[in-house]
């Protein structure tokens, strides 16, 4: 394969007023996929050989990014920031040759106390495309109805909002709320909304002068709805999925001899469950959930031996669970007709010790 790519960026910034800086900032990425093409038979199951071939498609594609923005910080204790973001996107051999997006977006911040500083954010994007068409380079064609979420007319919706707190000398707090809204409202078939909504919390608790403790906690949620089709027609199922995701994590750092030795410890907790329905009007019954788990401890050390050369260490353990009812129990045979690689949900525990040697020059 041979693939060229090019990369190229300006920024520009500006202080027209002592309270006013703007900024403007362009970068444009190229990728010219120059790999040869080839025919290939095409194996419609593992009976047989079909009749027709197929090639390898050799994706290219060139994006243009263009943003634009304004800070202010002509009221005491807080900063006004806004500004517009410019996406043009040119993929050949796509349904779409064209993507156009627009972004919109203010944000608000500042002391609201001696102890407390909020931060507000919103966002609003709208993306188009130049005439959908249907691939035919992949073989059988798809429904012309059908629009990829990556290529589809697309409107999105955001907005955060974040406090950070300092509760005392020793102590601070943050906590955040994100939403997100998805709307494929030309979409007949394919994906029709997406929501997600992500909430955190962290802390970090000086102990001592040598000792520092933080922990965090996140929560995801994200729902999102597609229509289907059976006929390559109008739209005649609809799926509907809820997934949820939930981070705990702790850490602690000390300072064992000054200047000379730090130690520490990460403790993580992951777990994800995901939901998925579907039917002509959602009515069949729910697959099975399927569920991940992944816990990790990292104990690390950097010693110092001169002002210059030091050594680090770790010794790092994970443990990762799954079920998954896609994967379990389908082996090679299981289903008529397919042969699957019989692949079964991940399980495993792995242990990493890792040392280096670091020298600054």
């Known amino acids: ?12 910034t500006a202080t027209p007023w002592a309270d006013l800086r703007v900024n403007a900032h362009y970068a444009h990425n190229a990728r010219e996929n120059k790999t040869g093409t080839a025919a290939y038979p095409q194996v419609a199951t593992d009976m047989f050989v079909g009749a027709g071939t197929r090639e390898n498609v050799p994706f290219s594609f060139t994006q243009d990014r263009f943003k634009l923005g304004a800070d202010y910080r002509g009221l005491e204790g807080v900063k006004l920031s806004a500004g517009a973001d410019w996406d043009w996107r040119s ?9 156009r997006e627009t972004t919109v977006w203010g944000k608000a911040g500042g002391q609201a106390g001696e102890k407390l500083n909020l931060g507000f954010r919103l966002a609003k994007a709208q993306r188009t495309h130049s005439a959908y068409g249907v691939s035919t380079w992949f073989g059988a064609a798809e429904n012309p109805l059908l629009r990829k ?13 974040r406090a950070d707190i300092a509760a005392t000398d020793t102590l601070s707090l943050g906590l955040s709320v994100d939403y997100a809204n998805d709307g494929y409202a030309k979409s007949l ?3 029709k909304n997406a929501r997600s909504v992500n909430t955190a919390a962290d802390l970090s608790l000086a102990l001592s002068e040598k000792t520092r403790l933080n922990a965090y906690v996140q929560s995801d949620r994200l729902r999102s709805r597609q229509a289907g089709s059976q006929t390559s027609l109008m739209p005649d199922w609809e799926a509907a999925s809820a997934d949820r995701f939930h981070v705990l994590g702790l850490g602690v750092k000390h300072v064992m001899l000054a200047d000379k030795l730090d130690i520490g410890a990460d403790l993580s907790f992951t777990r994800s469950k995901s939901d998925l329905r579907v039917g002509q009007n959602l009515d069949m019954d729910a697959f099975p959930q399927a569920e991940t788990s992944q816990d990790t401890l990292r104990v690390h050390a950097r010693y110092k031996i001169s002002d210059r050369l030091s050594v680090k260490g770790s010794l790092w353990h994970e443990r990762y669970a799954s079920a998954d009812w896609r994967l379990d129990g389908v082996l090679p045979g299981t289903v008529q007709n397919l042969l699957s690689l019989g692949q079964q949900s991940p399980d495993y525990r792995v242990t990493v010790l890792n040392v280096s040697l670091r020298y600054d020059f």
């Open 1 to 12: 394969g041979k693939v060229d790519t090019f990369n190229s960026n300006l920024r520009v």
């Open 91 to 99: 993929r050949p051999y796509h349904e779409v040759v064209t993507t």
């Open 149 to 161: 979420y990556n290529l589809a007319e697309r409107q999105r919706d955001t907005a955060g909002v």
């Open 189 to 191: 078939v394919g994906l």
